[in-house]
Protein backbone atom coordinates (compact mmCIF):
# COMPACT_ATOMS: atom_id res chain seq x y z
CA UNK A 1 0.00 0.00 0.00
CA UNK A 2 0.86 3.85 -0.56
CA UNK A 3 0.70 6.67 1.13
CA UNK A 4 -0.84 9.27 -0.79
CA UNK A 5 1.87 11.46 -1.55
CA UNK A 6 3.14 8.80 -3.60
CA UNK A 7 0.88 8.51 -6.17
CA UNK A 8 1.68 8.66 -9.54
CA UNK A 9 -0.48 9.69 -12.52
CA UNK A 10 -2.93 6.78 -14.31
CA UNK A 11 -1.48 8.71 -17.44
CA UNK A 12 1.75 7.44 -16.68
CA UNK A 13 1.25 3.92 -17.08
CA UNK A 14 0.97 4.83 -21.15
CA UNK A 15 3.90 7.03 -21.16
CA UNK A 16 5.98 3.89 -19.68
CA UNK A 17 4.77 1.75 -21.90
CA UNK A 18 5.22 3.32 -24.54
CA UNK A 19 8.73 4.17 -23.76
CA UNK A 20 10.52 4.29 -20.29
CA UNK A 21 13.14 7.19 -21.55
CA UNK A 22 10.08 9.32 -22.37
CA UNK A 23 8.15 8.13 -18.85
CA UNK A 24 11.35 9.14 -16.84
CA UNK A 25 11.76 12.48 -19.18
CA UNK A 26 8.31 13.56 -17.93
CA UNK A 27 8.33 12.37 -14.56
CA UNK A 28 12.26 12.11 -13.47
CA UNK A 29 13.48 15.19 -15.30
CA UNK A 30 10.14 17.19 -15.21
CA UNK A 31 10.59 17.72 -19.63
CA UNK A 32 7.85 18.26 -21.31
CA UNK A 33 7.19 19.79 -25.00
CA UNK A 34 3.49 20.40 -27.45
CA UNK A 35 3.25 19.28 -30.37
CA UNK A 36 -0.05 19.62 -32.25
CA UNK A 37 -1.00 15.85 -31.36
CA UNK A 38 -0.88 16.83 -27.67
CA UNK A 39 -2.35 20.14 -27.97
CA UNK A 40 -5.61 18.13 -29.83
CA UNK A 41 -5.43 15.40 -27.27
CA UNK A 42 -5.41 17.89 -24.66
CA UNK A 43 -8.02 19.95 -25.78
CA UNK A 44 -10.50 16.60 -26.02
CA UNK A 45 -9.30 15.50 -22.15
CA UNK A 46 -10.03 19.57 -21.13
CA UNK A 47 -14.01 18.49 -22.50
CA UNK A 48 -14.38 15.74 -21.25
CA UNK A 49 -13.13 16.22 -17.97
CA UNK A 50 -15.47 19.32 -17.28
CA UNK A 51 -17.94 17.66 -14.16
CA UNK A 52 -21.06 16.44 -15.38
CA UNK A 53 -23.74 13.64 -15.08
CA UNK A 54 -25.97 12.82 -18.09
CA UNK A 55 -28.32 9.64 -18.25
CA UNK A 56 -28.97 8.27 -21.31
CA UNK A 57 -32.01 5.27 -20.83
CA UNK A 58 -30.28 2.92 -18.28
CA UNK A 59 -27.04 4.43 -19.01
CA UNK A 60 -26.02 6.90 -16.49
CA UNK A 61 -22.38 9.03 -18.18
CA UNK A 62 -20.35 10.67 -15.17
CA UNK A 63 -17.37 13.03 -16.31
CA UNK A 64 -14.18 14.05 -14.42
CA UNK A 65 -14.38 10.99 -11.89
CA UNK A 66 -11.36 11.45 -9.83
CA UNK A 67 -10.01 7.90 -9.14
CA UNK A 68 -7.53 6.59 -6.92
CA UNK A 69 -5.66 3.05 -5.97
CA UNK A 70 -3.45 3.06 -3.19
CA UNK A 71 -2.63 -0.29 -3.83
CA UNK A 72 -0.83 0.53 -6.89
CA UNK A 73 -0.20 4.12 -6.15
CA UNK A 74 -1.98 5.56 -8.90
CA UNK A 75 -4.36 8.36 -9.04
CA UNK A 76 -6.02 10.30 -11.76
CA UNK A 77 -9.55 11.31 -13.59
CA UNK A 78 -11.46 9.40 -15.64
CA UNK A 79 -12.59 10.99 -18.95
CA UNK A 80 -15.77 8.77 -18.67
CA UNK A 81 -17.43 6.58 -16.70
CA UNK A 82 -20.81 4.75 -17.78
CA UNK A 83 -23.10 3.32 -14.94
CA UNK A 84 -25.15 0.74 -16.58
CA UNK A 85 -28.30 -1.06 -15.48
CA UNK A 86 -27.65 -4.63 -14.51
CA UNK A 87 -30.79 -6.84 -14.52
CA UNK A 88 -28.71 -9.46 -12.80
CA UNK A 89 -25.95 -9.76 -10.10
CA UNK A 90 -23.40 -11.63 -11.89
CA UNK A 91 -20.75 -9.36 -11.98
CA UNK A 92 -22.57 -7.01 -9.14
CA UNK A 93 -23.53 -3.74 -9.53
CA UNK A 94 -23.13 -0.62 -7.31
CA UNK A 95 -25.71 1.73 -5.31
CA UNK A 96 -25.84 5.29 -7.07
CA UNK A 97 -26.89 7.92 -4.60
CA UNK A 98 -30.53 8.74 -5.48
CA UNK A 99 -30.76 6.06 -7.82
CA UNK A 100 -32.50 3.01 -7.72
CA UNK A 101 -30.82 -0.37 -8.46
CA UNK A 102 -27.73 -1.82 -9.09
CA UNK A 103 -25.65 0.01 -11.63
CA UNK A 104 -22.11 -1.24 -13.87
CA UNK A 105 -19.21 0.88 -14.30
CA UNK A 106 -17.82 0.55 -17.38
CA UNK A 107 -14.58 3.24 -18.37
CA UNK A 108 -13.98 4.78 -21.49
CA UNK A 109 -10.92 6.54 -22.60
CA UNK A 110 -10.65 9.31 -25.18
CA UNK A 111 -7.84 9.40 -27.58
CA UNK A 112 -7.60 11.53 -30.84
CA UNK A 113 -6.09 9.77 -33.12
CA UNK A 114 -5.93 6.52 -34.17
CA UNK A 115 -5.54 3.27 -32.16
CA UNK A 116 -2.14 3.29 -30.69
CA UNK A 117 -0.07 -0.50 -32.05
CA UNK A 118 1.50 -1.56 -28.48
CA UNK A 119 -1.34 -1.99 -25.07
CA UNK A 120 -0.42 1.96 -23.75
CA UNK A 121 -3.70 2.55 -24.71
CA UNK A 122 -5.26 -0.34 -23.05
CA UNK A 123 -3.09 -0.55 -19.85
CA UNK A 124 -3.96 3.15 -19.18
CA UNK A 125 -7.66 2.28 -19.26
CA UNK A 126 -7.23 -0.72 -17.47
CA UNK A 127 -5.42 1.28 -14.60
CA UNK A 128 -8.26 3.41 -14.22
CA UNK A 129 -10.75 0.20 -13.84
CA UNK A 130 -8.20 -1.22 -11.13
CA UNK A 131 -8.27 1.99 -9.21
CA UNK A 132 -12.55 1.45 -9.47
CA UNK A 133 -12.22 -1.44 -8.51
CA UNK A 134 -11.32 -0.63 -5.11
CA UNK A 135 -12.99 2.10 -4.71
CA UNK A 136 -16.10 0.56 -5.39
CA UNK A 137 -15.52 -2.93 -4.43
CA UNK A 138 -16.49 -4.36 -7.33
CA UNK A 139 -15.34 -6.57 -10.47
CA UNK A 140 -14.85 -4.29 -13.97
CA UNK A 141 -15.03 -6.97 -16.75
CA UNK A 142 -14.60 -4.13 -19.87
CA UNK A 143 -13.94 -0.74 -20.93
CA UNK A 144 -13.71 0.79 -24.41
CA UNK A 145 -10.88 3.26 -26.07
CA UNK A 146 -12.79 6.21 -28.17
CA UNK A 147 -10.72 7.24 -30.80
CA UNK A 148 -11.34 9.90 -32.52
CA UNK A 149 -9.70 9.68 -36.01
CA UNK A 150 -11.89 6.75 -36.93
CA UNK A 151 -14.29 7.95 -34.74
CA UNK A 152 -14.74 4.54 -33.18
CA UNK A 153 -15.05 2.41 -29.69
CA UNK A 154 -12.35 -0.30 -29.13
CA UNK A 155 -13.37 -2.10 -26.34
CA UNK A 156 -11.10 -3.67 -24.03
CA UNK A 157 -11.47 -6.66 -22.36
CA UNK A 158 -9.84 -6.68 -18.96
CA UNK A 159 -8.24 -10.40 -19.09
CA UNK A 160 -5.87 -11.69 -16.52
CA UNK A 161 -2.86 -10.88 -18.31
CA UNK A 162 -3.57 -7.15 -18.94
CA UNK A 163 -4.33 -6.79 -15.56
CA UNK A 164 -0.85 -8.35 -14.98
CA UNK A 165 0.94 -6.31 -17.23
CA UNK A 166 -0.77 -3.10 -16.08
CA UNK A 167 0.14 -3.95 -12.14
CA UNK A 168 3.79 -4.63 -12.97
CA UNK A 169 4.01 -1.52 -15.19
CA UNK A 170 2.48 0.54 -12.31
CA UNK A 171 5.40 -1.30 -10.08
CA UNK A 172 8.10 -0.38 -12.55
CA UNK A 173 6.58 3.26 -13.08
CA UNK A 174 7.10 3.39 -9.01
CA UNK A 175 10.47 2.06 -9.51
CA UNK A 176 11.80 4.03 -11.95
CA UNK A 177 10.90 7.55 -10.17
CA UNK A 178 12.30 6.29 -7.25
CA UNK A 179 15.69 5.65 -9.24
CA UNK A 180 16.14 9.41 -10.76
CA UNK A 181 17.49 7.73 -13.41
CA UNK A 182 16.68 8.38 -17.46
CA UNK A 183 17.08 5.66 -19.07
CA UNK A 184 19.37 5.72 -22.42
CA UNK A 185 18.15 6.46 -25.47
CA UNK A 186 17.66 4.33 -28.53
CA UNK A 187 15.91 5.16 -31.83
CA UNK A 188 13.15 3.49 -32.90
CA UNK A 189 10.57 4.46 -35.83
CA UNK A 190 8.22 5.15 -33.06
CA UNK A 191 10.36 8.11 -31.79
CA UNK A 192 8.94 10.02 -35.17
CA UNK A 193 5.97 11.05 -33.74
CA UNK A 194 7.01 11.77 -29.97
CA UNK A 195 6.53 15.23 -28.65
CA UNK A 196 9.64 14.59 -26.50
CA UNK A 197 12.03 14.36 -29.88
CA UNK A 198 13.68 17.14 -29.40
CA UNK A 199 14.42 16.86 -25.79
CA UNK A 200 15.08 13.22 -26.11
CA UNK A 201 17.90 13.26 -28.95
CA UNK A 202 17.58 9.22 -29.32
CA UNK A 203 19.76 9.44 -32.16
CA UNK A 204 22.30 11.80 -30.49
CA UNK A 205 22.32 11.48 -26.76
CA UNK A 206 25.34 9.53 -25.46
CA UNK A 207 24.57 5.89 -23.54
CA UNK A 208 23.20 6.65 -19.92
CA UNK A 209 23.64 10.35 -20.41
CA UNK A 210 20.24 12.86 -19.22
CA UNK A 211 18.91 15.14 -22.02
CA UNK A 212 18.40 17.91 -19.32
CA UNK A 213 22.70 18.15 -19.03
CA UNK A 214 22.99 17.66 -22.45
CA UNK A 215 20.86 20.65 -23.03
CA UNK A 216 21.99 22.61 -20.45
CA UNK A 217 25.70 21.52 -21.75
CA UNK A 218 24.90 22.76 -25.03
CA UNK A 219 23.46 26.29 -23.75
CA UNK A 220 26.41 26.68 -21.95
CA UNK A 221 28.79 26.02 -24.76
CA UNK A 222 26.45 28.50 -26.82
CA UNK A 223 26.41 31.56 -24.51
CA UNK A 224 29.76 31.34 -23.63
CA UNK A 225 30.85 30.72 -27.17
CA UNK A 226 32.96 27.68 -26.08
CA UNK A 227 32.81 24.32 -24.30
CA UNK A 228 32.34 25.42 -20.76
CA UNK A 229 31.29 22.69 -18.32
CA UNK A 230 27.88 22.80 -16.57
CA UNK A 231 28.40 22.14 -13.21
CA UNK A 232 26.09 19.58 -11.80
Not at 1 to 6: L, R, V
Not at 134 to 159: N, S, W
Not at 164 to 189: D, M
Request: aromatic share 6%.
Amino acid sequence: MYDEEDLLPISGLRHIAFCERRCALMYVEGLWAENRLTVEGRQLHDRSHLPDLEVRGDVRIARGLRLRSLRLGLSGMADVVEFHRRADTNPPGVFLPGTPGLWHPFPVEYKRGYPSPDISDEVQLCGQALCLEEMLKVEIEAGAVYYGQPRQRHDVAFTSDLRRQTEQLAIRFHELVKSGRTPAAHYQRKCRNCSLLDLCLPKTAAEGRSARRYLQQALAEALNGGTQEVVQ
